[in-house]
């Protein structure tokens, strides 16, 4: 039950305004209004209420401003406009995060869509916040526990740390996530759900994450049926809420599904403002609006927190060299991918270690742990470089040492990296270690 407190009370009270500032459809074009009236005293990112009678009113957002017409892009369809329709100017987009929302699902406008009451906090925070101070902020802190043997080992995550995961679609990252918000060391969750299927978010929330994920956690969900506003408006909204308790002093998880349907809708309001396209269809502005998102998150200053975050990526086809994941790729702090032919042989995580890297390493292991760390990786690369040949029966045992351990680790090695772990790092690198030993010492002749 929620304790309604008076500062909660206050804070509903003074975002009640008495007054807004009023102007007049004057033209409906394909997808955007231009709106009369307004033009002395809207600004860039304002959002509006337009007034249609008999209907739900709607909502928009300002995307380009002349001396006498601004042009709105509407929450939604223009059907039912009508030409001298009231539009409200509710001023700029911010949100009111509350300690309360810990275990709530959100929309992007902190409303709840979980079906109980919920309040602002007192505090009012711009959607678009500033990041960090980079000669203030702290380097990356300590390795973090995670729950999964790979990130405890061969990918390491340390607090603060920023990773990419990249993956085409059902091959098991809403899954990953979902573990990784349950296991990894952190006293807040912000989960961001940007442009989810509507049926698999209460499936995400209930059966995915569960009771015990949700217990520190907060999800701001925006489905695919909603407009490009709002899904964009998700990714800052969910990360404005992980600003708020790292301004507490709390470690922050943030994680977010996914990026590229964050710059799909930015894509989508772009082009309706007039601005081109040029990376295969999406605009210039697009790789500051991935880049922004991303240095919100990170280490801290002073006495605040840190945000440990992970961004996921939707790629076709495996392209690692499309737009979004380039873009991505290019400010993180480390990548994970998740290969195809891996899920469809039935390992889970679908993690492609090979492909993937934390740039947290060396400085997250001791020298002895770095070791196993190179080790489990040479053999893996040995293992596939020469798969096709020892699939086809076409390779001898004993022709070379190196090949042999690597045949024989990769079965515990392939499974290692789908274990889960469920007492600590030290654990892991002995599981590591152990799959690593092998009958014939490395670099033997081979014969008997």
Known sequence: ????????????????????????????????????????????????????????????????????????????????????????????????????????????????????????????????????????????????????????????????????????????????????????????????????????????????????????????????????????????????????????????????DSVTRFAEAHREIALASGEGGSLRGFPPSTAHQITALSERAGPGTGTAGDITAVFSVLVAGSDMEEPVADILRGVLDGHVVLDRKIAERGRYPAIDLLRSVSRALPGAASEAENTLISAARQRLGAYDRSEMMIRAGLYASGTDPDLDAAIESWPKLDAFLAEDEWENTAASFRKLAACLTTTEPVGASGKS
């Open 1 to 256: 039950m929620i304790q309604v407190g008076f500062e909660m009370v206050a804070a509903e009270i003074a975002a009640i305004a008495p007054a807004h500032d009023v102007g007049r459809v004057a033209r409906i074009g394909r997808g955007t209004i231009e709106v009369s009236g307004l033009g002395h005293v809207a600004a860039q990112g304002d959002i509006v209420e337009i007034d249609t009678p008999g209907q739900a009113t709607r909502r928009g957002e300002v995307l380009n401003l002349a001396q006498d017409l601004i042009t709105v892009l509407p929450d939604g369809d223009i059907e039912g406009l009508q030409i001298g329709a009231a539009v409200s100017l509710l001023g700029s987009s911010q949100i009111a995060p509350d300690d309360s929302w810990i275990g709530r699902v959100i929309d992007p406008m902190g409303a709840a869509l979980d079906g109980r009451p919920i309040f602002r906090g007192a505090q009012v925070r711009p959607l678009r916040g500033a990041p960090v101070n980079p000669t203030e902020r702290r380097v990356l802190g300590a390795r973090l526990e995670t729950g999964l043997a790979v990130f405890n080992t061969l990918l390491p995550i340390v607090r603060g740390q920023r990773i990419g995961l990249f993956a085409g679609s059902g091959v098991g990252k809403s899954t990953l996530l979902a573990k990784l918000a349950r296991g990894l060391h952190a006293d807040v969750v912000v989960i961001a759900l940007i442009g989810e299927r509507g049926r698999e978010v209460r499936e995400f929330v209930e059966r995915v994450l569960g009771a015990e994920g949700m217990r520190r956690a907060v999800v701001v969900a925006a489905t695919s049926d909603q407009s490009p506003l709002m899904r964009r408006r998700c990714g800052w909204a969910a990360m404005a809420v992980a600003e708020h308790f790292r301004d507490q002093g709390r470690h922050v998880l943030f994680l977010a």
